[in-house]
């Protein structure tokens, strides 16, 4: 049957009519619309996450710090990162973080680890893992990064104060894990027993092993000399003086190159005489007294022995600086570097007061913060590093921390976590681990503590229940004269 001519010109005549042109113009444009963001989409997942991905967290939790960037970004060997997880189950935090991992050198693969497909996997590495752990292997090495420290609840502040605060380690946890794989030998720094010597706290210890650093003690007493494999001599909190014996020992073991870190307090009984006269070789004495600021800018609370410190810059300092943290060093013993020093010697004061400071010479019988007859006046350091080139071009480093507290746990929570960090990057720069991390800080998922100096406080205060209030009952005024005149 045919179809009639007018029917056939009718359907001819209707591609001609306006609105099929309209409607025709309509259909191209989306359909190039839809190519373009297709393109887009296939562009956008060919580039690497750091350029499509941006941290709007607060924290930037997922922003990698310059010591990641620079020991990934040098990798030449293959690292695999196992995802151990069910499928549905990924935790987001982990999977953005891994990306950026992934981003940053072609030789990071993560792949991703059923534990009810590949039970056997997972107990190759451990037996007892958790949902969303990692593990990290390169050459036949590995390291399990379990989930339970990626994230980490302050515990000691849940029991005392009910707060529950989580702080994200995960780029802590999978650098240290990458730098553990890679490194053939660790570094190992002895501590020194015998003179009533404090052992490193339960969170300094944990944070030295994750920079993969191994700690072992170690008696003068006993031993013929410090061993050949120290990385560093730590002397941590000593009551008591050291020997002459066990001072040619450590001045010999100095003099091949060796490194040592000094962590003192003001004395309170008896004079440290041996420990200070090898301080003294590199120009270093200590002032009688405890250190008192007088500005305060420089301390907290409203005590002037609540020391906030000058970083200067430094290697060890740098991160510190950049990225705003403070030290905190409640009682400290002021720090002098002698103007005559040899050309062979380098001394660099990392912390200092300000010019204001001065040491109270009654010590811990002081009775007031006002400057007296017998203060000695500063500016004083608080930290100093003193580099000696030896033989050979040979260093031996010597870093002296005047206040215990660098290393109490509460203290370094005021200042959110900032002495633990000085003291990791003063660790790794004696054992030439700077490639390794020069610590990265873990970053709070609640409240980190605000630290300001006491001069802001006190503007702020002055600020918030004087100036406004008084700026408003002002302005009220002001606005009720002007409507009564009306």
Not at 27 to 34: N, S
Not at 307 to 323: A, K
Not at 427 to 446: F, P, R, W
């Amino acid at each position: 049957m045919k179809m009639p001519k007018f029917g056939i010109r009718k359907v001819v005549d209707s591609f001609k009519t306006r609105s099929f042109r309209v409607g025709g113009y309509s259909v191209v444009a989306t359909a190039i619309v839809i190519a373009i963001a297709v393109a887009v989409n296939l562009l956008a997942n060919a580039l690497p996450a750091s350029l499509t991905q941006f941290d709007t967290t607060p924290g930037q939790l997922f922003t990698v710090s310059q010591q990641t960037e620079k020991l990934v970004s040098g990798l030449e060997e293959d690292v695999t990162v196992y995802w151990v997880v069910r499928s549905g189950y990924e935790e987001s935090y982990i999977g953005t973080l891994l990306d950026q991992y992934e981003a940053l050198n072609s030789h990071i693969k993560v792949v991703k680890k059923d534990p009810d497909v590949n039970p056997g996997f997972v107990q190759q590495y451990t037996d007892n893992f958790t949902e969303n752990s990692l593990i990290v292997e390169a050459g036949g090495k590995s390291r399990y990064v379990d989930y339970g420290d990626i994230f980490v609840m302050d515990y000691e502040s849940y029991y005392y104060y009910g707060e529950q605060n989580w702080s994200f380690c995960g780029e802590s946890e999978v650098t240290s894990a990458i730098d553990y794989v890679l490194s053939e030998d660790l570094p190992t720094v002895y501590t020194l027993t015998g003179h009533g010597e404090l052992a490193l706290p339960t969170t300094f210890a944990t944070a030295v092993e994750k920079e993969n650093i191994e700690t072992a003690e170690l008696s003068l007493l006993t031993e013929e000399a410090i061993p050949e494999d120290a990385a560093a001599l730590l002397i941590y909190a000593p009551q008591r003086d050291i020997s002459e014996d066990e001072k040619t020992k450590i001045e010999t073991y100095l003099g091949n190159g060796g490194k040592l870190i000094l962590i003192t307090d003001p004395p309170q009984e008896g004079a440290l005489t041996n420990l200070e006269a090898v301080m003294a070789h590199y120009g270093i004495t200590a002032q009688e007294g405890i250190v008192v600021e007088g500005d305060r800018d420089h301390y907290i609370w409203g005590t002037p022995y609540y020391l906030l410190p000058e970083l200067n810059s430094h290697t060890i300092t740098s991160p510190l600086i950049s990225s705003g943290y403070y030290v905190l060093l409640p009682i400290a013993q002021g720090l002098t570097v002698s103007s005559d020093l040899p050309d062979t010697m380098v001394v660099s004061e990392l912390l200092t007061t300000s010019s204001s400071a001065f040491s109270k010479a009654a010590g811990y019988n002081l009775n007031t913060y006002e400057k007296e007859e017998g203060d000695a006046e500063g500016p004083f350091a608080l930290a100093v590093l003193a580099s000696e080139t030896l033989d050979d071009g040979i260093y031996g480093d010597v870093v002296w921390v005047s206040s215990t507290s660098l290393l109490d746990e509460q203290t370094n929570e005021m200042v959110s976590g900032g002495n633990q960090d000085f003291f990791l990057n003063i660790l790794n720069y004696l054992c030439q681990s700077e490639d390794s991390g020069i610590s990265i800080h873990a970053k709070s998922l609640s409240t980190e503590y605000l630290t300001m100096q006491t001069s802001t406080a006190s503007m702020l205060t002055v600020l918030i229940i004087g100036i406004l209030p008084a700026a408003y009952l002002a302005a009220g005024i002001y606005i009720w004269f002007r409507r009564k005149r009306r």
